[in-house]
């Protein structure tokens, strides 16, 4: 091969990686943090006074419940607190197959279903009276039986005694068939109202246990011809008597109060419905004319009925300061509201409850009263009914939900929890090091579980019917951060590099397509946290850096299922943590370790020791070769060739190193952009054009080699032929 042309391709290649490197300086990841603002305007939150708001009136506990089921603790100064809301008002528990829906009706029921006053020991759960308020004609309930006890988890249960008006009404329309074939009533159904079950086609037979219509059964109490009495249940439909329900929770019936947390909303221009494709477009997404863009029919215009308010949920509470006093709290609680394209643009606690993570951040030696919560801005909702009309005079009503904003509500919060989960309880973590490359800095830590686990004692029912699983192998308990989209970094760092302590603050937000970091080992899971130094500030770098915190944890634990590689259903638990010390404050400067240092290091002694190998083997060559006219060593071919190979090695190792790194010390956990990636490929791809040239270099020496020896050989056959002695 010629020499010259495989220098020139070695230097291409350099200059290539000269431009990757260069490339990777400069190059902005979209994927990485975008939003970068001082810790101190993050928490600098809104100051409010509850003689600001509309008027507070104090809900019952019967209507509306708040509650702080658990606090999380990572440090002194580090709380969290899980905050439910439950709109309790005929709350509907159903069955597993949605086919029956009891409601609690009970002056004990404190609208709160794991009030710690009740026994809640899992011996004995607590009992409510209730009745049936749907019964629901859809396929999975062909021969329906009418459950007498409803069981939620192992708190309370529902006995269900009573069935009320239009509790099951029939499609009535002609040829209409229906789902139910039958429906049977047990004895300690010991009322019905009128009209509890009515357009009762012929079809459908109703079985009741008792011998003779019951004194509290209305006379009217259903339309049906077909009624048999003294029906004797089945074994099957006996099992059926006591039903537990979970998650089929319903609150939209007729009588139900349903509350908005807070109202924040602009009031938006019209929005235009298309009857012909039913869907609904903005000023900027139709023509002057106000034609559909997709079939050109008329558009119905809908105006913006929502009145314009800012009333945010508010939060007060009170502060245990260090020094013996209180100081107490008035802020804003972060809650996340639907887009303008919503037709609901607030959270409203309409189908069961609303929960919501509130992290605390605490000065040193001060506490948090959790008796003291107390939340403002709570609205009952309402309907209200927008007729719009187009061109032609079609007219359409639209139903929107709206606050009632004649009367602001506050609700006093429970405390539910016995004592704080320690982040320790959990996992164990220390930090273990600081790497960078480039404009790159990786903060990394080692976490490990702690066995026996929380999740054994908070899922111990789970555990206990999953043991013999967990004991085979086929499932195992594992843990994962999740929603890391929705957590940020926290980053202090001595600005001007002459303090002790840092000078700055920064928090930035995560963009990853995948939100989950998996612990797949019981020890040692090493995670890594990659920030960009620009992103940071323009005078922040790693050997600057005093404190790195990953702020918002959630972390979920689960059983997984080894054989299909999924989740077991109805298996997990998350615990939310508003923040943990990647790596905690300190004073000094931390051990840097550079991998562009140790790179440029590497090359340096690379190239002495390739160059102090060349200089040997040039002399020893040239010694060796000195009489062989052929093989003799020429200095500039000798240069240039050891110039090749010297290149050629370096990127090789380069790449060998780029990998090593890339999936070792530098290898990030949160799926974003590594800059590594770049020069594994780049280098990769160069590599293997060089080995292929190296290779067909090889495999031409090999057959020079091979002729050379052989013509040899031919010579000396020669010369024995010809010497006259035969």
Known sequence: MNVKKLLGVALCSVFSMTLAISASSTFHDSNFANSVASKSAVNQKSEYSPDDFLGSVALDRDDFTVDINSVTTTSSTAKSAKIEFNSVRLTGYGTSKKTVYVVIDDENFSGDPSDPSLDISLTKPYYFSGYTIEIADITASANLVIPEQMTYGSIFVIQNTKIVANALSFNAEEGYTPKITSLTIPDGITDIDAGAIVNVPDSVTIYCEAASKPIGWSDSWTDANNVVWGYELTDTQNSLLSQATGSNIKTDYEDATTYILGYIYETKASTWYCPSCQKTYTNDEIGPNHLCPEDGSALIEIPDVRPAMNYPLVVSYTINTSNGGTRDVCEALPITYADESNINPYNSVTSSSYSRDFDIILNDGETVDFSSFVFYNIFKSTTTVVTGKDSTGVDKEFNYIIPDLTTSYSSIAKKRFASEIDIKDIIDYKFTGVTTFGDYTMVSMNVDKVMPSYYETAMASTV?????????????????????????????????????????????????????????????????FLIKNSEVGQKFSADKLRRFEFVSLTINI????????????RTACSIHFSEIDVMPSRTSHPQVFSISLFLLIFNIIYLLAFAGGSVGLFFFEKEKYKNDEFRRVKPKQFVERAAVFYVGSAIVLFTILSIIFRFGIFDNSIATTNPIDWFVVIAGIISIVLIGYFVKYLVTVIRVAKQRKLTYKLKLNEDIADDGTN
């Not at 994962?480 to 002459?498: E, G, L, M």
């Not at 995948?514 to 040692?524: M, Q």
């Not at 059983?559 to 989740?567: A, F, G, K, Y």
């Open 464 to 528: 206990a019917s999953n043991q013999l699983k967990i004991d085979s192998g086929v499932y195992r308990i594992r843990y994962a951060f999740y929603d890391i989209s929705n957590s940020k970094y926290r980053i202090a760092y001595d600005d001007d590099n002459n303090s002790s302590t840092a000078d700055v603050e920064k928090e930035m937000s995560i963009s990853t397509p995948l939100s989950v970091i998996v612990l797949e080992h019981n020890t040692g899971n090493q995670l890594s």
């Open 558 to 569: 689960h059983l997984w299922d080894n054989t299909n590689q999924n989740i077991v259903s």
